[in-house]
């Protein structure tokens, strides 16, 4: 167990052995969470990339999903002779 000390900012130092045994750099993003017992509980945050696309675009993507009236005919009936 590790000893750290809080600054004068309120911010706290992890040390190098932990911050490696955990896989984290010293710029990860943690989740913190104070528990009823008085225990302070930090957890990686997963920070994933999001993209928005505008109705234009949602519109190209569902026309190139789209399949024929001959496609959707052999869909239905592989799926009727599966349910047999």
């Known amino acids: 167990m590790d000893?750290?000390?809080l600054g004068k900012k309120?911010?706290?130092?992890?040390p190098a052995g932990v911050l490696r045994k955990l896989g984290l750099r010293g710029?990860?993003?943690l989740l913190?969470?104070?528990?009823?017992?008085g225990a302070v509980v930090l957890r990686?945050?997963?920070?994933?990339?999001i993209e928005l696309?505008?109705?234009a675009r949602?519109?190209?993507?569902?026309?190139a999903d789209r399949?024929?009236?001959?496609?959707?005919?052999?869909v239905k009936r592989a799926v009727k002779r599966r349910r047999r």
């Open 27 to 29: 710029s990860a993003t």
């Open 3 to 5: 000893i750290v000390k």
């Open 53 to 55: 696309f505008s109705d």
């Open 44 to 49: 990686p945050a997963a920070v994933y990339p």
């Open 32 to 37: 913190v969470e104070a528990t009823d017992d």
């Open 58 to 63: 949602v519109k190209e993507f569902e026309e």
């Open 67 to 74: 399949i024929s009236a001959a496609e959707a005919a052999r």
């Open 10 to 14: 309120g911010q706290v130092s992890l």
